[in-house]
């Protein structure tokens, strides 16, 4: 589970894809953590005095739908991920 999609954020600023290593050995991430890491950064994007700042992460005031759009981002995420698991395990073999 994420503890800290803070700090997964902030490690992510300024980096290159080359800064990550070209493999990773990983348990796959909870979809929920991911898209609420994608909310997260999105959220703290915004102005502080922004209506929607006020917002936190599966607030009952926003439609499910709202937030069930982080929830399909996220499964993309996984899904681009599994695709490149496979293909990296059939140039091993």
């Given at each position: 589970?994420?503890?800290s999609?803070?700090?997964i954020?902030?490690?992510?600023?300024?980096?290159?894809p080359?800064?990550?290593?070209?493999?990773?050995t990983l348990?796959?991430?909870n979809v929920?953590?991911?898209?609420r890491?994608?909310?997260?950064?999105?959220?703290?994007?915004?102005h502080r005095?922004?209506?929607?700042?006020v917002v936190?992460?599966?607030?009952?005031?926003?439609?499910?739908?709202?937030?069930?759009e982080?929830v399909?981002?996220a499964?993309?995420v996984?899904s681009?991920?599994?695709?490149e698991?496979?293909?990296?395990q059939?140039?091993?073999v």
């Open positions: 589970m994420i503890k999609a803070e700090s954020y902030s490690s992510a600023r300024g980096t290159e080359e800064d990550h290593p070209p493999v990773l348990e796959t991430p929920e953590d991911i898209a890491v994608i909310w997260e950064r999105q959220h703290n994007a915004l005095s922004s209506v929607a700042h936190n992460w599966r607030d009952h005031t926003r439609p499910s739908r709202f937030w069930n982080f399909l981002d499964r993309a996984l681009l991920l599994h695709s698991h496979i293909k990296y059939n140039k091993r």
